[in-house]
């Protein structure tokens, strides 16, 4: 209980202590691009209300989980049928060079093309951005699975679903979930894009109607709301992640010299 409570502490710490000095340095501050961090927080608590809130965050918020979900899904499934089969392995990897080398955001006037400007499109947008890390991180971990672990899984019949949900999803757990934490930073930023292209509701559309309008301290309370929402959902993930592969942190912590 006290550890948990000195990490909390410690992961609260620097955001507070930032915020702090953004306070005192701009305070007494008259730019009109730069408002005081007192101004900001005022027109936050104005701005962000329950009916805001509804119209604009939980609909990004759906977005980014259905895009990020598509993403990790179809990341996790192909990197797996791509790391464990070689000629796969050599067949793809040219194309795959290719396609991630290509900006998610320069697609988004393609995608627009053939999925409108609805959410589909925002879907898309996040899913074609949060692949790639997922994708490339599961390749490398299924890859590095342990030859010996490996032979003897083949020596015991040990095939299909049962190798792949004992053996391979295990081995490349910690190499998968280092793909998933990039793109949760990833999904969030292809979000806020996709909502500035062509949208009626969304933080990202809220951000660009109060740039629009020089509602500077309203635009600074979104961009704000952005980073908290960024740090809510690193954290949530992070307990997740510790869940999950509580015993590869085990093994690393039983490793370490005392």
Do not use: C
Request: no cysteine; hydrophobic share 55%.
């Amino acid at each position: 209980m006290r550890h948990a409570l000195r990490r909390a502490l410690f992961t609260v710490a620097l955001p507070a202590l930032l915020l702090l000095l953004w306070l005192a340095a701009s305070d007494g501050g008259d730019s009109v691009y730069f408002p005081p961090l007192r101004t900001i927080l005022g027109s936050f608590a104005e701005v962000w209300n329950a009916d805001r809130l509804a119209h604009d965050v939980l609909p990004s918020l759906g977005r980014l989980t259905a895009g990020y979900t598509a993403g990790a899904v179809t990341g996790v499934a192909a990197g797996i049928l791509i790391g464990t089969h070689r000629r796969v392995r050599a067949t793809a990897e040219p194309v795959l060079e290719f396609l991630r080398a290509v900006p998610p955001p320069v697609l988004v006037p393609v995608i627009m093309l053939f999925a409108g400007i609805g959410d589909t499109m925002k879907i898309v947008v996040i899913a074609s951005g949060t692949v790639w890390p997922v994708l490339l991180n599961t390749v490398e971990g299924a890859r590095a699975v342990d030859s010996v672990l490996s032979e003897t899984a083949r020596s015991y019949g040990i095939t299909g679903l049962a190798r792949l949900r004992r053996l391979t999803l295990p081995s490349a757990g910690p190499q998968i979930f280092a793909g998933l934490r990039q793109a949760l930073s990833l999904g969030l930023i292809l979000m806020v894009i996709s909502e500035m292209f062509a949208a009626s509701n969304g933080l990202g559309f809220a951000i660009v109607q109060f740039q629009r309008g020089f509602a500077i301290p309203e635009m600074w309370s979104g961009i704000l709301l952005l980073g908290l929402l960024g740090f809510a959902l690193a954290t949530v993930f992070r307990l997740v992640e510790r869940r999950v592969l509580r015993w590869y942190h085990g093994l690393r912590a039983a490793g370490r010299p005392s």
